[in-house]
C-alpha cells in the first residue's frame, strides 16, 4: 500500500518527470534520501514503470489518428493476430476488448493515403482478421494519467 508521501512523489513526477529528488524532497520536507528510497520501491513494486518523453506526433508529420475496431474469426486467434499487429509500427497501442470488438488497436499515420496502404495491405490480409471498423479522430481534447 501507498501512503500520502508515495501519492505525492507520483503526482509530482508526473507533472515533471524531469524533477530532481532533492527539489521533491525540498516541496515534501523531506530529505533526498527518502524521495531516492521511496521511488526506488515504487519501481520495485511495478507503480512506477518508467519515465516518459510525451511527442506531438502531429508536429512530427503524423497527421491521422484513428482507432480500429477488429473482429477475430475465432477467440483462439487473438495471439496471433497482436503477433501480427505489433509487427506495424503505426500501431500505437492494442487494447483486448469485450463488446463488439476482440481487439481495438490505436493507428497513427502520416496521410488518409497511408492509412488506406496500412489497411487493405497489411491489416486485412491478417487471416485471423475477420473485420475492422475505423473511426478517424478529429481531435484528443482530453488527454492524462491516472491522478493518485
Given at each position: 500500500m501507498i501512503d500520502n508521501l508515495d501519492k505525492a512523489i507520483i503526482s509530482t513526477l508526473q507533472d515533471n518527470a524531469r524533477i530532481s529528488y532533492a527539489e521533491i524532497a525540498k516541496q515534501h520536507?523531506?530529505?533526498?534520501?527518502?524521495?531516492?528510497?521511496?521511488?526506488?520501491k515504487l519501481r520495485q513494486a511495478g507503480i512506477i514503470t518508467g519515465t516518459h518523453v510525451h511527442v506531438?506526433?502531429?508536429?512530427?508529420?503524423?497527421?491521422?489518428?484513428?482507432?480500429?475496431?477488429?473482429n477475430l474469426a475465432r477467440a483462439g486467434d487473438y495471439?496471433?493476430?497482436?503477433?501480427?499487429?505489433?509487427?506495424?509500427?503505426e500501431v500505437v497501442e492494442a487494447h483486448y476488448t469485450t463488446g463488439q470488438y476482440s481487439i481495438f488497436i490505436k493507428v497513427m499515420v502520416r496521410s488518409i493515403d497511408d492509412l488506406?496502404?496500412?489497411?487493405?495491405?497489411?491489416i486485412q490480409p491478417i487471416e485471423e482478421i475477420q473485420a475492422t471498423e475505423t473511426?478517424?479522430?478529429?481531435?484528443?481534447?482530453?488527454?492524462r494519467q491516472i491522478q493518485v
Open positions: 520536507s523531506v530529505s533526498p534520501a527518502t524521495i531516492h528510497v521511496r521511488v526506488e506531438d506526433a502531429r508536429k512530427l508529420g503524423y497527421d491521422v489518428c484513428c482507432f480500429i475496431g477488429i495471439p496471433s493476430a497482436l503477433a501480427q499487429l505489433n509487427a506495424f509500427p488506406q496502404n496500412l489497411l487493405i495491405n497489411k473511426l478517424i479522430s478529429l481531435q484528443q481534447p482530453i488527454m
